[in-house]
């Protein structure tokens, strides 16, 4: 190797190519993290070097991730890390308060400004009629500081995982001030707390009660743990490739990017599949997290509890993605007054959230409506104290629910989906307080009013819940007649069986508005996700051509197949994938080396072409 070879091998290695970014799921991040854990099997017993090593490489590899938005991530870790010192030095309650406010603020900002600018824009734009676009300051300011025009200032670039870090610095700052979490005092171990880079970019989010203690423990894994650790990385390799890619590249994507092309029962199945896909790409990044940290002695929270194993809405949300859910029950739901009370800022977030619908629908139905229903709720509010509780418990949820779509993404489409989350999880709350016949009374009166409505102003939404409602009432009936013929046979089996199935149905139709709102540029997403939105929603709702069915089941046996497969496995009791785990966990290191081998040959005969990057690196 020549000189010249030898130069553009070290550039290649230390530039950022946004082609090449470390995945997961690619041969360069391996080879990447080979490399790290033979310098940290060196320095492993050393604490501060540990800490240290990892901080840098952790840099490292979110700059070969994003960039030169690794700049953004070391001015939070600054800011934040400073903020803590203040905090943890001062005996004075306002100066801590203060520093607190100060880095909650400032990284909300900076969140915004790379998140929600466009987001913002658009939403001003519509309500006042005005044009403004969107312009990058900081490319803008970076030119005229250096003379040149590198960075270009006509658009701005959402940094890979700046919701997930930023989000972990502010529960940092506002631990530190409860009492909850110690001041980090050395910059390195912040740093590395913050940076961390097995779940920089896609989470978990750690909290820093959680992962700080661990910063200053002695390195140690046990025989049985690095077999679990290898079971995580191999569990979510195959999630991520024979699961989600599959399914996405040669089904979902296809139809979420054209929706007219395919067939009503596409597009349903389409849903169905995205709700899988979606499920495997997240959890097999947390497996992968999970598995890479624990082979450095470091233990990620769980974020994924079988969460198509849900009965209800809210026992959803208990499983999935559970370091979001927890984040915004202690840090927003409890703040707003949780199941206490009602606080300005819950009138503030729901006062502000309805007048910027009403504004953007320009519709007198959409305003009169929410005017009645603010009434209706003031008015049992004021005649009943035990109502008034929990009208404001279920708006601050409904808050939570809104806001916690919108950290999704830039997009009306989030606040949609977060919106009929919310609706789900309140629809619930009410539902499991009716007895038995009582529920199929409301069933057979929601179907019979959306029978009605669907004669009189014929729509394919409108067709949708009219159709949903049928299956429900017929189910819900069912289980009136057998309940009220044998009292004392409750077959409790098949109940569980039939919530859960109506829960991923609810649950993957409202992934129709997260999913046709993701990977869009975020100058476009608003026009673009709504137009796919309803586009599918008149596909599923519109005439269905009942005969090509079977051609279509013929033609992707295969995607079919897989998903019935996936959701087996996901439906497995957690005892058996327990064993499975940790029998796998027990073998001879030579028989486990072999079926890493032959996993891996497996779970790369499903790598794709083109590159699938993780679903959530965009959020």
Known sequence: MNIDNLRTFFVNIFSFNEKYPLLFTQFNFWAFFALVFAVFSLCHSKRLLRNGFLFFASLFFYYKTSGLFVLILV?????????????????????????MIV???????VLFYFKYAYFFTDTYNTIVGSQ??????????????????YFDASKILLPVGISFYTFQNISYVVDVYR?????????????????????????????????????????FLSRRQFGIAVFWILNGLAKKLILSDYLAVNFVDRVFNNPTLFTSFENLSALFLYSLQVYADFSGYTDIAIGVAMLMGFYLPKNFDSPYKADSPSNFWKRWHISLSKWLQDYLYIPLGGNRNATFGTYCCILVIAGIIVMLSKSVVVATTLAALAVILLVVSLASKRARLKISTNINMMNTMLLGGLWHGASWNFMIWGGLNGIGILGFKIWRHFRQGLRSVVAGLVFVIFLVCNRLWPAPVLNIFMVWSGIFFAGTLIRAIYTAIFPNRDVQWLNFSWNVLMTFVFISFTRLFFRSGSNL????????????????????????????????LQNYWHIYLLFVLGMIIHWLPVRWKRWYRVNFALMPLWLMGIVVVLTVFVVYQFVTADLQPFIYFQF
């Open 521 to 552: 540029d975020p100058a476009v997403a608003n026009e673009t996700a709504w137009n796919t939105a309803k586009n599918m929603i008149a596909s599923i709702g519109g005439q269905w051509n009942v005969a090509v069915i079977p051609d279509i």
């Open 179 to 219: 009492g909850r979490a110690q001041y980090v005092g050395n910059i390195l171990d912040f740093g590395f707390y913050v940076s961390f880079f097995p779940q920089l970019v896609a989470g978990p989010i750690i909290r820093a009660d959680q992962f700080v203690p661990q910063l200053y423990k002695k390195f």
């Open 103 to 109: 880095g909650v603020v400032i990284s909300l900002l």
């Open 132 to 149: 403004y676009e969107v312009i990058n300051w900081l490319a803008q300011w970076s030119n005229e500081l250096t003379g040149t025009s």
């Open 75 to 99: 001015f939070d870790t600054l800011l934040n890390y400073s903020l803590g010192l203040i905090m943890g030095h001062s005996q004075r309650k306002g100066v801590r308060k203060g520093a």
